[in-house]
C-alpha cells in the first residue's frame, strides 16, 4: 500500500507507539488547551498547519486538543514527549518545552502527509489516528552540517533547511561560516573579511586541475539575518552551531587582511581552487587578538551552548619557513612548529571555554587539545576511540558513513559529486554511533552524529536536497533512536518519501549542472 498509513511511516520511530482504532478530526471548531510554558509549542504548530490546512487552531480553555507543559515529567529529559490521540481529544506533554515541540512534528507527521504541503489543500479529512506515543531521543547531538562558505545560501534557503531538519527531530544546523573560499559571517570591526573575503573571482572545475569557471562567486549575511535565524531556528527547537574554522581554511580572511598570514607582503586572492591550502594564518599576538574579536562577535550573535573553530587540515609548511613561527614556537617550548597546530587551538578554545561555551573541533592525526573539546571525528573511526579514551565529548561525522556530498551511490545518474566512496542509504543508516573500542564507560561520551553537506560541487537548493534526502532521514532516524533494524526503517521510509514530495524536495531528481550566475545575498 502506498503511501502507507502515517502512524506506519513516522520517520524516526518513536520508542514506544501503540495504534488505537479510531481517529481524531482537526477542523475549524477544533480548539488547542494550551498550559503555561506551551505557548511556543502551540505557536509552532499553527504556523506549520496553516499554509495547507488552513486551520486557526485558536486557544479555548475547553479545548479538546491540549498541550501541556509538565515539568514533573521528568522521566522524559530534555527532548521527549507523551502524545495520546483519541477520539475524543490529543493530549500532547512534555516535561521540557523542546520536548512539546519534537511532539508537534509528530502530530505532523501523523495527519495525511498532504498537510506538509506549502500551499492550501481541499478535500483532504485532517484526521490523527488514534495511538499513544511515549518518545524520546537516545542521542542529544542529532544535527547537520551545511557548508555556505563554498556556494553560498540566501538565509531564506538556511530557514527551509532548518525546518527539514526540525521534522526529522534534528535540533543542531552547522553553520559552516568560513573557508579558503569564502567569508559568510560581517564582524564589524573587521569589514573587509566579509566585503573581500565574501567573493571570488571564479570557481575550479572539478576536483582537480586547472579549469576554472570565470564566475563570480560570493555572498555574506547580515547579523540581523544571522540572529533571525538563529530565533527561528530556535522555534523548532534547533541549536544554530557556529563554524570559524582557524587556523587553516582562512585564505579569504588572508586575501581581506594579510597581515593575519605568515608573509605580510604577500596579496592572496580568495581561494579560488578547492583541496587543502597552504596558507595559514600566523602566529603573533595580533593574530590571536583577531581570532578572540572574531569569537567575541559570533559568542554574540549565535548563543549556541557549542562554538565550532574548524581545527582541520592545517598545513604546517607555512609555519616551518617562518622565523616568527618558529621563534614562536620556540618561546612556547614547543617541540617545534608543527606543534603549533595544538597550541593555537587551545589558545582559541580557551576563549570559548572562558566565555562559558564548549569549544568544538575537528579531530586530526596528532592533534593535542583540552580535555573540554567536543571532537567530530570525520577522518578515522579511531580518532573517535581515542578521543572518548581521552574523555573527549565526541560527535560521530565519519566520512564513510555522513559526508553528503559523496555519491548517494554508483549509478550513471549521479551528478559530480566530491572524490570519496560513495555513501548510500544503508551506510547512512549504518553510522557508527558507539566506536566498539573505545574503552568502558567512553561509549557515554559520544553525543550523537550529524550528516555533512560540504559544498565544492553543490550549488543550488535542489542539489543540497538531492544529497541529502532521504539519506538525512537515515541519519535521523539512527540518531533518535534506531533499534529497529533497518527492513522496518526501509518500509516506514517509502511511506515518509510521500512526505518529501508534499515538501517538494527534490530528492529522487539528479539536478542538473547548469551555472549559476554570481550570487547577490538575499
Ligand atoms: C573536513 O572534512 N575537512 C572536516
Known amino acids: 500500500m502506498f503511501p502507507s498509513r502515517p502512524e506506519q511511516a513516522l520517520v524516526p520511530l518513536p520508542r514506544k507507539l501503540s495504534v488505537r482504532g479510531g481517529h481524531f478530526r482537526l477542523d475549524a471548531g477544533t480548539r488547542l488547551r494550551v498550559t503555561p510554558g506551551a505557548g511556543p509549542a502551540a505557536a509552532l504548530l499553527r504556523t506549520l498547519l496553516a499554509p495547507a490546512t488552513g486551520l486557526a487552531l485558536p486557544a479555548a480553555e475547553d479545548g479538546a486538543f491540549v498541550l501541556a507543559l509538565d515539568p514533573a515529567l521528568t522521566g522524559l529529559g530534555e527532548e521527549g514527549y507523551g502524545l495520546t490521540v483519541s477520539r475524543q481529544g490529543v493530549l500532547l506533554r512534555a516535561g521540557r518545552p523542546a520536548g512539546l515541540l519534537r511532539g508537534v512534528q509528530t502530530v505532523r507527521q501523523l495527519l495525511p502527509y498532504e498537510a506538509l504541503s506549502a500551499e492550501p489543500v481541499r478535500g483532504v479529512a485532517w484526521e490523527l489516528p488514534a495511538v499513544e506515543i511515549t518518545d524520546l531521543p537516545r542521542h542529544p547531538w542529532r544535527g547537520s552540517l551545511l557548508d555556505v562558505a563554498r556556494h553560498f545560501q540566501p538565509v531564506s534557503y538556511l530557514r527551509r533547511y532548518v525546518d527539514l531538519l526540525a521534522l526529522h527531530k534534528m535540533n543542531v544546523l552547522h553553520l559552516h561560516l568560513t573557508d579558503d573560499q569564502g567569508w559568510r559571517m560581517p564582524v564589524p570591526a573587521w569589514p573587509r573579511l566579509t566585503e573581500v573575503g565574501g567573493w571570488r573571482a571564479e570557481s575550479m572545475i572539478g576536483p582537480e586541475g586547472d579549469r ?40 579569504a580572511a588572508l586575501a581581506a587582511y594579510p597581515e593575519l598570514g605568515n608573509d605580510p607582503a604577500r596579496r592572496l586572492g580568495v581561494w579560488t581552487r578547492w583541496g587543502v591550502c597552504e596558507n595559514v594564518l600566523g602566529t603573533g599576538d595580533h593574530v590571536l587578538e583577531f581570532v578572540r574579536a572574531v569569537l567575541d562577535e559570533v559568542l554574540d550573535v549565535f548563543p549556541s551552548p557549542h562554538v565550532h573553530i574548524g581545527g582541520d587540515e592545517c598545513p604546517t609548511t607555512e ?71 581521552r574523555g573527549h565529548p565526541v560527535v560521530q561525522v565519519d566520512h564513510r558513513s555522513t559526508y553528503l556530498d559523496y555519491a548517494r551511490g554508483t549509478g550513471p545518474e549521479e551528478p559530480p559529486a566530491q572524490v570519496g566512496p560513495p555513501v548510500d542509504l544503508r551506510a547512512v543508516y549504518g553510522v557508527d554511533l558507539a566506536p566498539p573500542d573505545a574503552g568502558p564507560g567512553a561509549a557515554a561520551r559520544v553525543l550523537g552524529a550529524q550528516a555533512q553537506v560540504w559544498t565544492e560541487f553543490v550549488r543550488t537548493p535542489a542539489h543540497i536536497e538531492y544529497l541529502a534526502f532521504p539519506r538525512l532521514c537515515a541519519l535521523a532516524e539512527r540518531v533518535w533512536d534506531g533499534t529497529s533494524g533497518w527492513p522496518d526503517f526501509a518500509a516506514r521510509l517509502t511511506g515518509h518519501t510521500a512526505r518529501l514530495d508534499a515538501l517538494g524536495i527534490p530528492h529522487a531528481t539528479p539536478p542538473t549542472q547548469h551555472r549559476t550566475p554570481a550570487t547577490t545575498p538575499r
Do not use: C
Open 212 to 251: 576554472f569557471d570565470g564566475v563570480p562567486h560570493g555572498g555574506s549575511y547580515t547579523t540581523a539575518e544571522l540572529r533571525q535565524l538563529v530565533a527561528y531556528a530556535a522555534e523548532r527547537g534547533v541549536t544554530v552551531l557556529p563554524e570559524i574554522n582557524v587556523p587553516g581554511h582562512v585564505r
Open 319 to 389: 609555519w616551518e619557513r617562518s622565523p616568527a613561527a618558529r621563534a614562536r614556537a620556540a618561546r612556547k617550548g614547543l617541540t617545534g612548529p608543527r606543534a603549533l597546530h595544538s597550541w593555537f587551538l587551545a589558545r582559541t578554545a580557551g576563549h570559548v571555554t572562558r566565555a562559558g561555551r564548549r569549544p568544538v573541533v575537528w579531530a586530526e592525526d596528532g592533534l593535542a587539545l583540552p580535555p573540554e573539546v567536543t571532537v567530530m571525528s570525520w577522518r578515522d573511526p579511531a580518532h573517535a576511540a581515542v578521543a572518548a579514551r
